[in-house]
């Protein structure tokens, strides 16, 4: 969970991360501030950790508003 904060507010871990099934890999809920821009990448003594965010498809980037994408969006 501290290597979450470094995205956002960490809200939960997925069972596989958790017990450490996921190998390299870890999957978390995280909370971010979208009046921030969004990180893809980050480092930690030397490690570099990219990021891959899901179910943002359903977001306008214009405007910050969650449930339509830019193009549905009418803003």
């Known amino acids: ?3 979450a904060s470094y995205i956002g ?7 596989a991360t958790e017990f450490g099934e996921r190998g390299k890999y870890a999957r978390v809920c995280v909370e971010v501030d ?4 969004l990180l893809s ?4 003594e030397g490690e570099e950790y990219l990021i891959q965010y ?9 405007y910050g ?3 339509k994408p830019t193009q549905q ?3």
């Open 1 to 3: 969970m501290k290597i």
């Open 9 to 15: 507010k960490p809200i939960r871990v997925d069972r």
């Open 34 to 37: 979208f009046t921030k821009p």
């Open 73 to 75: 969006c009418g803003c």
């Open 54 to 62: 899901e179910g943002l498809e359903n977001m306008c980037t214009d």
């Open 65 to 67: 508003i969650y449930g």
């Open 41 to 44: 990448q980050f480092k930690i």
